[in-house]
């Protein structure tokens, strides 16, 4: 990146990405600086308006000489990655928390890189005209004094951010328009001193009621119109500074220096113009051409070191003393608390420093704040509590997650309500619908057996009428025939000469035949009649079908609800997961916060420390459930049984979740009890995820610290489970999950021979072709485990012969690596080495292979005095070294 990109790129970001204007250190809002009766008319009206969160910055200083030597065993205690500007505070192996800042600078940044990053865009603000603050906080020792005062008069590349910025400012003032004054000053106990006037040693602050305006009207303001006169007051400022601690006794650790850079500028109409550009007169400022002076201040802090007084041995100190030593940084602290939580009551009143920064931070003034860390893991807790100090200046992270929380666990309320909600809608809606169909399904039958019955009594009454019509027709035909033949006979017995023509009139014929026509036509409606009650039937079958037609999709839809309702299960389940997963993460930091040895110590409690957790319980308020509780909500039972859930989401949420647990000791029984290493276990067999990998063989790693989880791990076929995984693994942080775990496995001497059997250190092998020093680190500590237990075991006589690890080939590589470069890989070799040595069944191969010359090295060089002395002990007692080192007239 460019110089002058960066400093604009970071300018511009600053009003684009930042959360919200950060309030000023006021309590109430007030006007802007004290600027010329000209100037106030003129000013700029967008000097109120620019956001201006605190920018952080950390900064990691490079090992000591001392920290070289007495913590060569150990990693840092953080681990930078500054292109995603992350910083990892490890916790153990394999766990570590991983916060954001808007710059990480590791050991190897410059000062110009650190100057550009954190003190450039304040710098050119205030050459615009706004106030600008540059502090440097953290342990003393960190390099604050070395980031902020360097003088760099031997070697310009040393230049700290004093001297830069003001070279900064004279490369673009003119000196016949504008001035340049500097005082410079120290506080020590609420004392304000002045360092380029010893005398002077308690100067009052003046505050303008009106504007706010903070300034030292007794401090020495000297104008300066050269860098080399400015390199000669910062020099005379240092030796007042040693001189008056000298005489006071104290440590310049104690104080805070402070230099402010007061720059005044007239800027012609023209170049004004850019900040009223947006007014509605730019040709009236082009004529008139008014002169503006913009004033503006720098202040550069190099703040007192941040760790509590006790621990680096108090001078002797009065209680009183030592509480107000610290005073300005705690006040500090808690003003920096206050502004994260937008509270009203901002306590900038309780100290000097915060009264004296009152116009010069936040708000209209534009802040950067570096803060500086060691790497040494004996410092962990500062450098944790020097970290939180900075998180909470740019509004810390972990709030929001805070947030993120609280809206995850109402979200999941919420959704049990409407879950509740659905499932009586759904209740309901299904009591209708049976009722509907049991309505529809009566009506139908009983239409249709009515219309039956109708049917048949219609039926019989026709059938009945058209009986009775006939047998009356045939009863009067019987009866008429039964007439005529009487006739016949009467007529023939009476006038036995008339001839008489048997058979029937014409006239009865002619009725006979009336009435056969009709007897037709009776007929033919009684069909019609049959056929219309047959039609009635049929429509009366084709309802009953609709009808079902009708349940069948009711029926659907019933089952579309409950698919439904069981997606919205498993969705809460899912949210429960991520609660969990939250609660952990939040349970944790704030465990961080509460923890990190402060509250092991009496007394002396650092008050910012105090007001975070003040501030933790407040916002908390008992709302909060702790995780003890949510584990009871959700139980373990719950958890495990979602690492087999079909959700891959789900499964991965609840394996971090066991992950997590599993790093707690106290609740490792409680999760293997449950059965969790099995699910475990059987998560690295049936997935193919490699989060779930990952994540799964860290949670077994944890739970192998655990000598009877070993044999359990063992006993489930762990070995073939863990060596599949680092097969297929491609992820180094899988493979040192991995290897952890068998590492672990490789320390318990009932193991040994089915450890070997089972492929273990073929697969720790096998896993050195990551070339991840971590992993290396891993595999390194499993072989010296392993040779430790299997010495063990033949100075017992349980074991014979040749080394597992030999007969394994694994003595090439320790060869290798026996004067590896990282010292977590080389000391577990050495030790694994001396371990092998020990027995003589392996000194013909370890003579053979090389290892006698890294031995003899190692009883020679090692910087730790227990190995070297393990080494030489070692050689002296084996006869075939002894003879081999004879033989090559080596002495040792
Ligand atoms: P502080 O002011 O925080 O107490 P110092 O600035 O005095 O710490 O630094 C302590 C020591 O560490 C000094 O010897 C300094 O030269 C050295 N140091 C600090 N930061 C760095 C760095 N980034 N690179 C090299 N040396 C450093
Ligand atoms: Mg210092």
């Known amino acids: 990146m460019s110089t002058s990109s960066q400093g604009s790129s970071n300018r511009n970001s600053n009003s684009r990405t930042s959360l919200k204007p950060s309030p000023n250190l006021k309590s109430k809002p007030t006007q802007r600086r004290n600027t010329t009766t000209t100037a106030t008319s003129a000013a700029p009206k967008d000097h109120t308006t620019v956001p201006g969160r605190v920018r952080v910055a950390v900064r990691l ?486 009808a079902k037609s009708e349940i069948s999709k009711l029926h659907k839809m019933l089952e579309d609800e409950a698919h439904q309702k069981e997606k919205l299960e498993g969705e809460i389940a899912i949210l429960q997961s991520q609660l969990l997963q939250l609660s952990l993460e939040a349970d944790e930091t704030r465990r961080h916060l509460d923890g990190g040895g402060f509250d092991k110590e009496v007394g002396g409690r650092d008050s910012l420390t105090s007001q975070i957790k003040h501030q933790q319980q407040v916002s908390g308020n008992g709302a909060k459930p702790s995780i003890a509780k949510l584990f009871e909500q959700v139980g373990l039972q719950k958890i495990l049984s979602l690492l087999e859930s079909e959700d891959a989401d789900v499964r991965i949420h609840a394996v971090k979740v066991v992950a997590n647990l599993a790093a707690e000791e106290t609740n490792q029984g409680k999760i293997v009890e449950a059965g969790g290493l099995t699910s475990l276990l059987t998560l690295l067999k049936t997935t193919e995820d490699e989060t779930i990998h990952r994540v799964a063989a860290g949670a077994i790693a944890n739970l192998a610290m655990n000598e009877s989880n070993q044999e359990l791990i063992m006993a489930q076929g762990g070995i073939s489970l863990l060596s599949m995984t680092a097969a297929n693994a491609d992820d180094p942080q899988t493979l040192r999950m991995v290897a952890g775990a068998i590492a672990n496995l490789c320390g318990n001497d009932k193991l040994q021979t089915e450890l070997r059997g089972e492929g273990g250190i073929k697969a720790l092998l096998g896993m050195v072709r990551c070339r991840h020093p971590d992993v290396h680190a891993q595999v390194a500590r499993g072989i010296a485990n392993f040779a430790k237990c299997e010495s063990r075991a033949s100075s017992q006589g349980i074991k014979s012969g040749r080394s597992f690890l030999i007969e394994d080939g694994a003595l090439s590589w320790i060869v290798q690596n026996a004067n590896n470069e990282a010292s977590s890989i080389r000391r577990h070799i050495e030790l694994a080495l001396c371990h092998l040595a020990q027995h003589e069944a392996n000194a013909r191969d370890m003579i053979k292979g090389g290892a006698l010359w890294e031995l003899v090295r190692i009883s020679r060089e090692c910087s730790r005095d227990d190995i070297k002395t393990l080494a030489h002990r070692t050689l002296a007692s084996s006869p075939a070294f002894q003879a081999e080192m004879r033989r090559l007239r080596l002495s040792h």
Not at 292 to 304: F, G, N, Q, T, Y
């Open 61 to 546: 200083r490079p090992r000591n000489a001392e920290e070289s030597v007495a913590d060569a065993d150990f990693a840092d205690c953080v681990e930078l990655q500054p292109e995603l500007k992350r910083l990892k505070l490890r916790k153990n192996n394999w766990d570590g928390e991983t916060y954001e800042f808007d710059e990480v600078l590791t050991e190897f940044a410059s000062q110009k890189r650190v100057y550009e990053v954190v003190a450039r865009p304040v710098v050119e603000s205030v050459l615009d005209g706004y106030n600008g603050t540059i502090m440097a906080y953290g342990q003393t020792g960190t390099g604050k004094t070395y980031t902020l005062g360097r003088l760099g008069e031997e070697d310009t590349a040393a230049r700290g951010i004093m001297v830069r910025a003001m070279e900064d400012i004279f490369a673009n003032v003119s000196l016949e328009t504008d001035s340049v004054s500097v005082s410079y000053l120290q506080l020590y106990m609420e004392t304000i001193q002045d360092l380029l006037d010893p005398a002077n040693d308690n100067i009052a602050i003046a505050e303008d009621p009106k504007t706010g305006d903070v300034s030292l009207p007794g401090a020495t303001l000297v104008e300066i119109r050269d860098q080399q006169s400015f390199i000669e007051l910062l020099s005379l400022g240092e030796a007042h500074r040693f001189a008056a601690n000298t005489k006071m006794n104290t440590e310049s650790s104690r104080s805070h220096a402070i230099l402010m850079v007061h720059v005044k500028r007239s800027v012609k109409g023209r170049d004004a113009s850019h900040s009223s550009e947006n007014g509605n007169h730019p040709h009236m400022v082009k004529s008139l051409k008014p002169l503006i002076v913009r004033k503006a201040k720098l202040v550069i802090v190099d703040l007192a070191g941040s760790e509590r007084i006790d621990k680096s041995g108090s001078e002797g100190h009065m209680l009183e003393e030592a509480k107000s030593i610290n005073l300005s940084l705690s006040a500090l602290g808690k003003c920096i608390n206050s502004l994260a939580e937008n509270s009203a009551h901002v306590p900038i009143r309780d100290s000097k420093l915060t009264r004296l920064l009152r116009d010069s931070f936040g708000g209209t003034a534009r802040t950067s704040l570096v803060i500086t860390i060691g790497p040494s893991p004996r410092h962990r807790a500062e450098t944790a509590s020097t970290i939180m100090f900075g998180q909470r200046a740019m509004k810390v992270e972990n709030m929001i997650k805070l947030k993120e929380e609280f809206d995850y666990k109402s979200l999941s309320r919420r959704l049990d309500i409407e879950l509740d909600k659905l499932i009586m809608e759904h209740e309901r809606q299904q009591k209708a619908f049976e009722d509907e169909i049991e309505r529809l399904a009566t009506e139908a039958h009983h239409r249709i057996s009515e219309a039956e019955r109708n049917y048949a009594d219609s039926l019989e009454k026709e059938r009945s009428k058209y009986q009775k019509d006939y047998m009356e027709s045939i009863k009067k035909l019987e009866e008429k025939f039964v007439m005529n033949q009487r006739k016949n006979e009467d007529s023939r017995i009476k006038s036995s000469s008339e001839v008489v023509i048997p058979g029937v009139s014409a006239e009865e014929m002619a009725d006979l035949k009336k009435m056969l026509q009709k007897e037709t036509l009776l007929r033919k409606a009684a069909e019609g009649e049959t056929n219309n009650w047959k039609i009635q039937v049929a429509e009366l079958k084709q309802s009953e079908a609709s």
